[in-house]
Antibody, heavy 118, light 112 residues
């Protein structure tokens, strides 16, 4: 079945970087954009950006420009989201989500909790 | 950026009763080329990722019960749960996918 499996929880110190992975299975990885969305504790959903796994094109939310990098490795059907210069307010659950054209995100990863604390 | 707002922030509905959630976008999300509204609704239960319920403002995702329906066009949209079930307790978000950044509404919490 179609599935996105994310890497495990991370604890980082302020100023560090974190790289979250999202492994796809059950569909053609290069056929769908992958979005990244985060959710701070008790808060709503915040869109971070997308990557086109077919050619590596990316688009980031202005808020994260310069701090976020989205990449992919098509040989292992995995997308990555790296966030640098972490601050305490980056503490959140980070989700990857598959996005069929003109559809909305129909498959989501289970989420990766990133805790930023000194 | 397109700003999404939702109302109410929360609502409590009796089992079997109707729940109505409103979503407004600061700009139209209607794509003129195909006359589709690029608006989705998601349901999120505690500890779970969001689940896509509705896309194109009114098309139910496969497997979503028909008590969930979406309506609206342009800038004003509604999600209706016709007969609330216990398993529908969740937070509901609208999202526009007309324009990048893909913005979400703040969410509406539905309780019994």
């Amino acid at each position: 079945q179609v599935q996105l499996v994310q890497s495990g929880a991370e604890v980082k110190k302020p100023g560090a970087s974190v790289k979250v992975s999202c492994k796809a299975s059950g569909y053609t990885f290069t056929g769908y954009y992958m979005h990244w969305v985060r959710q701070a504790p008790g808060q709503g959903l915040e869109w971070m950006g997308w990557i086109n796994p077919n050619n590596g094109d990316t688009r980031y939310a202005q808020k994260f420009q310069g701090r976020v990098t989205m990449t992919r490795d098509t040989s292992i059907r995995t997308a990555y989201m790296e966030l640098s210069s972490l601050r305490s307010d980056d503490t959140a659950v980070y989700y990857c989500a598959r996005d069929p054209p003109h559809h909305g995100a129909d498959v989501w990863g289970q989420g990766t909790t990133v805790t930023v604390s000194s | 950026d397109i700003v999404m707002t939702q109302s109410p922030d929360s609502l409590a509905v009796s089992l079997g009763e109707r729940a109505t959630i409103n979503c407004k976008s600061s700009q139209s999300v209607l794509y003129n080329s195909n006359n589709k509204n690029y608006l989705a609704w998601y349901q999120q239960k505690p500890g779970q990722p969001p689940k896509l319920l509705i896309y194109w403002a009114s098309t139910r995702e496969s497997g979503v019960p028909d008590r969930f329906s979406g309506s609206g066009s342009g800038t004003d949209f509604t999600l209706t749960i016709s007969s609330l079930q216990a398993e529908d307790v969740a937070v509901y978000y609208c999202q526009q996918y007309h324009t990048t950044p893909r913005t979400f509404g703040p969410g509406t919490k539905v309780d019994i």
